[in-house]
């Protein structure tokens, strides 16, 4: 058996400490650090969740804030529809390490969230849906519509709860991989059943669906189904492991197997740290290539640090198919941290650092795989309530991505924008 050294091991002295005790992985398809670097949506300065205000003064209550709480009062159904309008200035739109080419791309994006039911609900229901029309200046066969969707189905019974979900996004735009624009489609259902054996103990069973489809590149699909079984410390602290088998089919490179090996932890502290996730490694049989022991999960952490200042931070690490280079695969690891703090009543601002470290590797013998990406960015961003209904969002990005090796795709960017969000 191959084993390969974890490239965590590449990160700063504060970076690590992070890693150890945060190691994770995206393991439901959701947006990684190399993704919102991309810059694949309008406007990238989107603030975590903070505490929820006074709801009596709701003229000088945070926008998002005030529909949060609306949200939480409700006790059957919710519908919030949306809308915004948005420019950005793109300094390296094809993502090169030579001859950038700049651009300004206006967008519109109408969406709605629907909800029904709170967390105590039998029956509950949740639904996010945006389509975002882009137009280029200069690039006009760039323009495109990219969707998102993602849905929420959950029922409870006495002692067992059933949990459908999944993500859909229809996307063009950036790509680490690829090294420029791509068009892909990525579909992500998952489904859990869980029971519940005594108050401390639950045991449960889990499938999943990760489809990524590239138009012209390599597409890929991957199955995985596990058990876990968790136990409650006590009612803020739980702790559990998890066991999946993976079937994975990548366009020619054939098909590849793999087990994960998981342990599961829920903590909540005081209502104002959390922690919750899974962190382990997975064992990954290549078709030709050797076995991998990598390391695999997903974990977030939040801190209400007071009232009007909120702290979030997130580290994974994956394997996942590339998209231009046949035979491939990249491991990424990376942290995401960010800190919003409301200023008076109507501003708030916040900025979000982020790192990622990709190794490729190969699923075939004879294929060489020297690529390694170092992927940082460092994202300021502000907004502005101008009415209960309208808000002005500004933002800055600068990403650097110093990628060697073959097929290496380095480059260096600077995204400026603004946009208006009307909700009601």
């Known amino acids: 058996m191959k084993r390969k050294k974890p490239p965590l091991f590449h990160l700063s002295a504060p970076l690590l400490l992070w890693c150890v005790l945060l190691h994770a992985v995206n393991t439901e398809g959701q947006d990684t650090l190399r993704d919102e670097a991309a810059g694949t949506k309008a406007s990238l300065a989107a603030p975590v969740e903070g505490k929820v205000l006074d709801p009596n003064d709701q003229e ?11 949200m939480k009062l409700l006790k059957n159904w919710k519908l919030r529809v949306f809308a915004s309008g948005s420019w950005r200035y793109d300094s390296n739109v094809f993502l090169t390490n030579t001859g950038a080419q700049s651009d300004v791309m206006w967008s519109a994006r109408p969406g709605f969230q629907y909800s029904y039911g709170d967390e105590q609900a039998k029956l509950r229901v949740l639904a996010d849906y945006n389509a975002q029309f882009n137009f280029f200046e200069k690039f006009e066969a760039q323009n495109s519509v990219n969707q998102f969707l993602s849905l929420s189905l959950g029922y409870r019974m006495k002692k067992t709860s059933i949990k459908l979900s999944g993500n859909f996004n229809d996307v063009a735009g950036g790509d680490l991989d690829v090294g420029g624009q791509a068009q892909r489609i990525q579909f992500s259902p998952q489904l859990q059943l869980m029971y519940e054996v005594s108050e401390k103990i639950r045991v449960g069973i889990s499938g999943q669906l990760q489809r990524s489809h590239y138009d012209s590149l390599l597409s890929s699909t991957t199955w995985r189904f596990g058990l876990f079984a968790d136990y409650a410390f006590s009612p803020r ?8 088998e993976m079937i994975q089919e990548v366009e020619q490179s054939g098909n590849q197997t793999g087990e994960d090996f998981l342990v599961r932890v829920e903590w909540e502290a005081a209502q104002k740290v959390s922690l919750t996730g899974t962190a382990g490694f997975h064992l990954l049989h290549t078709v030709s290539a050797g076995d991998s022991v990598l390391p695999v999960g997903t974990l977030g952490f939040k801190y209400e640090v007071g009232p009007k200042t909120s702290l979030h931070a997130s580290v994974y690490a994956r394997a996942q198919n590339s998209p231009s280079l046949t035979g491939q695969y990249y491991q990424s ?7 919003q703090q409301q200023v008076g009543s109507k501003l708030n601002i916040g900025a979000d650092f982020g790192y990622d470290f990709s190794e490729y590797g190969s699923y075939l013998a004879g294929v060489a795989s020297s690529r390694v990406d170092h992927v940082r960015f460092f994202r300021p961003w502000l907004k502005y309530t101008l009415h209960r209904h309208l808000s002005l969002e500004l933002f800055y990005q600068h990403t650097t991505n110093d990628s060697s090796g073959a097929a290496a795709q380095p480059f260096v960017r600077n995204l400026f924008g603004a946009g208006l969000t009307s909700s009601w």
Request: no cysteine; aromatic share 20%; hydrophobic share 50%.
């Open 60 to 70: 000088d209550v945070f926008l998002e804030e005030f529909m949060n709480y609306e």
């Open 237 to 244: 602290f739980r702790l559990g492991v998890q066991f999946n």
């Open 333 to 339: 690891e990376g942290v995401l941290v960010g800190i």
